[in-house]
T-cell receptor, first 116, second 109 residues
Framework: NAGVTQTPKFQVLKTGQSMTLQCAQDMNHEYMSWYRQDPGMGLRLIHYSVGAGITDQGEVPNGYNVSRSTTEDFPLRLLSAAPSQTSVYFC???????????????FGPGTRLTVL | KQEVTQIPAALSVPEGENLVLNCSFT??????LQWFRQDPGKGLTSLLL?????REQTSGRLNASLDKSSGRSTLYIAASQPGDSATYLCAVNDYKLSFGAGTTVTVRA
């Protein structure tokens, strides 16, 4: 298993540009999520999905869109990049968030995004 | 809204000393709590997951306790080694994961 993969690893954007961060997992996980990590603030949930076709907003969803057309893929789209979106973005997956033994979260290596 | 706090923010110890990392949370209605390790420039690696019905979980030199009623969890790392140097994060699952900001540990050789 490759686990959770993310592309690209690094990205520099200009203000106003759009882009898509890719996330894929090969563990047949139902639950997938996107976080951003900023210094001193921990990880904050952007959007999450409990299965194909089902997405919901997290703590900081503004400026981001997601879709889940397959179990494996969960791309994150930045609609019009702003300097405040400079951050490290992590994708994570698990079987669920409500079972007793399968809630372990698996994280991708992250995408480091700079918006100028 | 769940608030998760980790104190201290940073910790430096000599090799061989036991580490004690603290995590507190405000809403005790949780499914489980997870401890992660993060190396610089890397993603998060799960260390231990404690279900809400459990009091503790052990893996090798790591032991995590959970007191749900008081909103606290503690991660113990026995006989620390320089390779334990990393940032340790706790995350509380109440159907959404809420993370603490982490404790950065340095183990001096």
């Amino acid at each position: 298993n490759a686990g959770v993969t993310q592309t690209p690893k690094f990205q520099v954007l200009k203000t106003g540009q759009s882009m898509t961060l890719q996330c894929a997992q090969d563990m047949n996980h139902e639950y997938m999520s996107w976080y951003r990590q900023d210094p001193g603030m921990g990880l904050r949930l952007i959007h999450y999905s409990v299965g194909a076709g089902i997405t919901d907003q997290g703590e900081v969803p503004n400026g981001y869109n997601v879709s889940r057309s397959t179990t494996e893929d969960f791309p994150l789209r930045l609609l019009s990049a702003a300097p405040s979106q400079t951050s490290v973005y992590f994708c994570a997956s698990s079987f669920s968030l409500r079972s007793s033994t399968t809630d372990t979260q698996y994280f991708g290596p992250g995408t480091r995004l700079t918006v100028l | 809204k769940q608030e998760v706090t980790q104190i201290p923010a940073a910790l430096s110890v000599p090799e061989g000393e036991n580490l004690v990392l603290n995590c507190s949370f405000t809403d005790s209605a949780i499914y489980n709590l997870q401890w992660f390790r993060q190396d610089p420039g890397k993603g998060l690696t799960s260390l231990l997951l404690i279900q809400s019905s459990q009091r503790e979980q052990t893996s090798g030199r790591l032991n995590a306790s959970l007191d749900k009623s008081s909103g606290r969890s503690t991660l113990y790392i026995a006989a620390s080694q320089p390779g334990d140097s990393a940032t340790y994060l706790c995350a509380v699952n109440d159907y959404k994961l809420s993370f603490g900001a982490g404790t950065t540990v340095t183990v001096r050789a």
